[in-house]
């Protein structure tokens, strides 16, 4: 057995994650509805599935460009030119074993033991600590909860940037508040990222599972050309990929060099088959994403009236993203509770203390699945609630 001693601190305090524990906890239990984790219910779509089939059984197993095939680098130009009416060349784009990997690879760039990364929370749990693996001081900005509605302060973001603050990451739409900046919210933070000299890594992973538009407000919307920002994005929640672990990065080419040497160091590039599969996400799966669109806000109206009508839960349907985050009155160790709700309710949710200190009073419960499970679900939780004194 290796002795703890000889391995990095890091590595040993690495927080387990209170998602996968409620996960654990429930799984093969009977009779449980499903809202723990970041991701619907649909399958692939088949003809993502058969694209990644037919390169298979053309034999595309073997190694392949670090960057990306040049075919899926130029489907992710065509998609986001788009989506942000801009001409993005294919050489600002680079394919990653994920969402999270993406994450990695920007802060295996940026921050070490010694440099401090600054985030806007309460925030998905993976990015704290992933810049803690790579020994950064994280500082926490905490979105203010006031009226039901979930705000940044900016002078508090300005004031945790120090000297030493080499990140600051924002995800927007925002896992797990649904907080989704406005245009004039991401220029003012990105002054204050241009004036500190720090880098933005943009998460904007839910920024098409947006409901008062096409896609959200983007930092796209407001980046001039010498402005330092990297886009970490992911094929999971639009195209239901979750387990493909398939993401990209956009940033300037001239970081190109550097990124596909740390794509090298890491995963050495994703399976050329998969990437296939990603090429027709991009090029076929636009009625698929807008269908999940339509049905996700359609279940969070369904989920967040029939809470709200309990008198006993406060909550405001999210802008962005597809997850409710909740208090309930009476309930303060919300890590407790989420495990009684498997055991009582039948229903499996993430409590708050998954996501920091400023969510410990919550839960949150993913609705992004069929809408009959979604109103079941939201029925239990109700009825649970009323047993609560």
Same mark, same amino acid.
């Given at each position: 057995?290796?002795?703890?001693?000889?391995?990095?601190?890091?590595?040993?305090?690495?927080?387990?994650?209170?998602?996968? @524990?409620?996960?654990?906890?429930?799984?093969?239990?009977?009779?449980?509805?499903?809202?723990?984790?970041?991701?619907?219910?649909?399958?692939?779509?088949?003809?993502?599935?058969?694209?990644?089939?037919?390169?298979?059984?053309?034999?595309?197993?073997?190694?392949?460009?670090?960057?990306?095939?040049?075919?899926?680098?130029?489907?992710?130009?065509?998609? %986001?030119?788009?989506?942000?009416?801009?001409?993005?060349?294919?050489?600002?784009?680079?394919?990653?074993?994920?969402?999270?990997?993406?994450?990695?690879?920007?802060?295996?760039?940026?921050?070490?033991?010694?440099?401090?990364? !600054?985030?806007?929370?309460? !925030?998905?749990?993976?990015?704290?600590?992933?810049?803690?693996?790579?020994?950064?001081?994280?500082?926490?900005?905490?979105?203010?909860?006031?009226?039901?509605?979930?705000?940044?302060?900016?002078?508090?973001?300005?004031?945790?940037?120090?000297?030493?603050?080499?990140?600051?990451?924002?995800?927007?739409?925002?896992?797990?508040?649904?907080?989704?900046?406005?245009?004039?919210?991401?220029? /003012?933070?990105?002054?204050?990222?241009?004036?500190?000299?720090?880098?933005?890594?943009?998460?904007?992973?839910? $920024?098409?599972?947006?409901?008062?538009?096409? =896609?959200?407000?983007?930092?796209?919307?407001?980046?001039?050309?010498?402005?330092?920002?990297?886009?970490? $994005?992911?094929?999971?929640?639009?195209? /239901?990929?979750?387990?493909?672990?398939?993401?990209?990065?956009?940033?300037?080419?001239?970081?190109?060099?550097?990124?596909? $040497?740390?794509?090298?160091?890491?995963?050495?590039?994703?399976?050329?088959?998969?990437?296939?599969?990603?090429?027709?996400?991009?090029?076929?799966?636009?009625?698929?994403?807008?269908?999940?669109?339509?049905?996700?806000?359609?279940?969070?109206?369904?989920?967040?009236?029939?809470?709200?009508?309990?008198?006993?839960?406060?909550? %405001?349907?999210?802008?962005?993203?597809?997850?409710?985050?909740?208090? !309930?009155?009476?309930?303060?160790? %919300? =890590? %407790?509770? @989420?495990?009684?709700?498997?055991?009582?309710?039948?229903?499996?949710?993430?409590?708050?203390?998954?996501?920091?200190?400023?969510?410990?009073?919550?839960?949150?419960?993913?609705?992004?699945?069929?809408?009959?499970?979604?109103?079941? /679900?939201?029925? =239990?939780? /109700?009825?649970?609630?009323?047993?609560?004194?």
């Amino acid at each position: 057995m290796v002795d703890l001693s000889r391995l990095r601190r890091e590595a040993v305090e690495a927080p387990e994650s209170g998602i996968v @524990a409620v996960v654990n906890h429930a799984r093969g239990k009977d009779g449980i509805i499903p809202l723990w984790a970041g991701e619907g219910d649909l399958p692939t779509p088949q003809f993502i599935a058969n694209a990644a089939a037919e390169s298979l059984k053309a034999g595309e197993t073997f190694y392949t460009w670090q960057r990306g095939l040049p075919e899926l680098r130029e489907a992710l130009s065509a998609y %986001t030119s788009r989506l942000y009416d801009q001409n993005l060349e294919p050489a600002r784009f680079f394919v990653t074993g994920s969402g999270m990997h993406a994450i990695q690879l920007c802060l295996m760039a940026l921050a070490g033991a010694g440099d401090e990364v !600054v985030y806007v929370g309460p !925030v998905w749990p993976n990015f704290e600590a992933a810049a803690g693996l790579m020994g950064a001081k994280r500082r926490e900005v905490t979105l203010d909860f006031e009226a039901g509605r979930w705000q940044l302060d900016l002078d508090k973001l300005k004031a945790a940037i120090t000297p030493k603050t080499r990140v600051l990451f924002v995800n927007t739409p925002s896992n797990p508040t649904g907080w989704t900046a406005s245009k004039a919210t991401l220029a /003012a933070i990105l002054a204050i990222a241009r004036e500190a000299g720090v880098v933005i890594i943009a998460d904007e992973i839910y $920024n098409r599972f947006y409901y008062e538009g096409e =896609r959200a407000p983007s930092f796209h919307d407001v980046i001039a050309s010498h402005d330092a920002i990297i886009f970490v $994005n992911s094929f999971s929640k639009n195209w /239901a990929m979750t387990g493909w672990r398939v993401g990209w990065i956009e940033t300037s080419p001239a970081l190109g060099q550097m990124i596909e $040497n740390l794509i090298q160091y890491s995963n050495s590039g994703v399976a050329p088959f998969m990437q296939r599969g990603a090429i027709a996400a991009l090029v076929r799966g636009e009625e698929f994403v807008e269908n999940q669109i339509a049905r996700a806000e359609t279940a969070r109206d369904i989920f967040c009236d029939i809470l709200t009508a309990t008198n006993r839960v406060e909550l %405001t349907p999210p802008d962005g993203a597809f997850y409710a985050f909740f208090k !309930v009155d009476g309930i303060s160790d %919300t =890590r %407790t509770a @989420a495990f009684r709700i498997v055991d009582e309710a039948k229903v499996a949710i993430a409590p708050g203390t998954a996501f920091g200190p400023q969510g410990a009073p919550f839960f949150r419960a993913c609705f992004h699945r069929r809408l009959d499970e979604v109103e079941q /679900a939201a029925h =239990r939780l /109700a009825e649970w609630i009323g047993f609560q004194v």
